[in-house]
Structures are given as C-alpha cells and as structure tokens.
T-cell receptor, first 113, second 111 residues
C-alpha cells in the first residue's frame, strides 16, 4: 500500500534502553522528517533528511540518532532512553520544494518508564 | 528567533457558528504557509497552503485562510463549524528544508 507507515504504534521501554522507531514511505520522496509532539509545544523537529545519506539536526536532536541508507526508510534511534523522551513521534515525508505537502505517519506513542 | 505563534491553545465554538484560528509568524520574507489538522489519535492532514498569488486560499472541508503580509498572519476560517471539525489545528511554515509548526489550537465544538 502506498503511503507512510510508522512502527511500532505503541512502545513502552525502560530508562537507559536503546529503542528504534521505524518509518517507511513508498513515494520515493526526497525529504523525510522526525517530529515529537508534546502538549503545549506542538510538533518539534528532531532530525530531517534531504536524501539518502544526508541528514541534519532540527530543533531538538539531543539524545537521538538517525540514518538514511535507503530513500524509503528513516529510522530514529534513542540510544539511551530517558523519561523526558516520552512523547508521540511523527514521521513525515515530502517531495522537492518547501511548498510541497508533507505527509505524516500515524505516529508512535513512546513511553519511557 | 524565527517562530510560528498560535496564541489560542483552546477554542470552543457552537456548532454552526463561524470559526477563526489565529497564526502569526516572525520570518522576514514571505514563507510558505500551511494549515494542518490532527484528529484524535491520528496523523496530520493538510487543510490548505499558501506560497504566492491570491492571499485568500481555499482548502478542504470548507476551510479557508487569508495571508496578510502587513500583520505576518495566516488565519484559518470556516463560516459554519460542524461537530466533526473538533480536532487540533496546526499552522506551519516552510523555510528552506524545514517545516516549522506552531503549538497548535484545540478546537472544541459544542452542540
């Protein structure tokens, strides 16, 4: 099915553990993004990627790692999860041009206990 | 600092009443402007966007937005709200490679 999918949808992990959130898109969009959504803050950009093997930091990158070896995948890794990383994470993708629509996944709700 | 401001965290309107959600941005040049809607437990869906031309843009679900350069605003409007419009609404600005969001406005619709 065409679209952008995130997995898992829900995840509970312990403090200090490594966890990876997956994002896959089928449009061959150049750009992919990771946001976290927290009450009162809207969506804050964690990392983004303009193409395979090209990534850059957003607003709140600390504690996160990304990679993009293939155009369609953009995993987000929390190397050592902290409770402050409890959030809802959204992946998005879009084509070339800042005026093009970004398409969002359904989100991953991550709880760090 | 460059930012997107949505001054209203919550808005409650009666079904059938008109709606206006405010958005201001602080970028120097005219950026690309978007409104997205998020229904509970869902991802974000694009309502409309502006990047040039007519300053009044029409979107899906009966929404429209007006770009006012002098006020650095891009307010979202709907003439008659339906109960199904209850959701969270985000204004966003596209600058370079990034898409920057405001904090969102939660719309409640009372019958």
């Amino acid at each position: 099915d065409a679209g952008i999918t995130q997995s898992p949808r829900y995840k509970i992990t312990e403090t200090g553990r490594q966890v990876t959130l997956m994002c896959h898109q089928t449009w061959s969009h150049s750009y992919m993004f990771w946001y976290r959504q927290d009450l009162g803050h809207g969506l804050r950009l964690i990392y983004y990627s303009a193409a395979a093997d090209i990534t850059d930091k957003g607003e709140v990158p600390d504690g996160y790692v990304v990679s993009r070896s293939k155009t369609e995948n953009f995993p987000l890794t929390l190397e050592s999860a902290t409770r402050s990383q409890t959030s809802v994470y959204f992946c998005a993708s879009r084509g070339q041009g800042a005026n093009t629509e970004a398409f969002f996944g359904q989100g991953t709700r991550l709880t760090v206990v | 600092a460059q930012s997107v401001t949505q001054p209203d965290i919550h808005i409650t309107v009666s079904e059938g009443a008109s709606l206006e959600l405010r958005c201001n941005y602080s970028y120097g040049a005219t950026p690309y402007l978007f409104w997205y809607v998020q229904s509970p437990g869902q991802g974000l869906q694009l309502l409309l966007k502006y990047f040039s031309g007519d300053t009044l843009v029409q979107g899906i679900k009966g929404f429209e937005a007006e770009f006012k350069r002098s006020q650095s605003s891009f307010n979202l409007r709907k003439p008659s709200v339906h109960w199904s419009d209850a959701a969270e609404y985000f204004c966003a600005v596209g600058r370079g490679n990034k898409l920057v969001f405001g904090a969102g406005t939660i719309l409640r619709v009372k019958s």
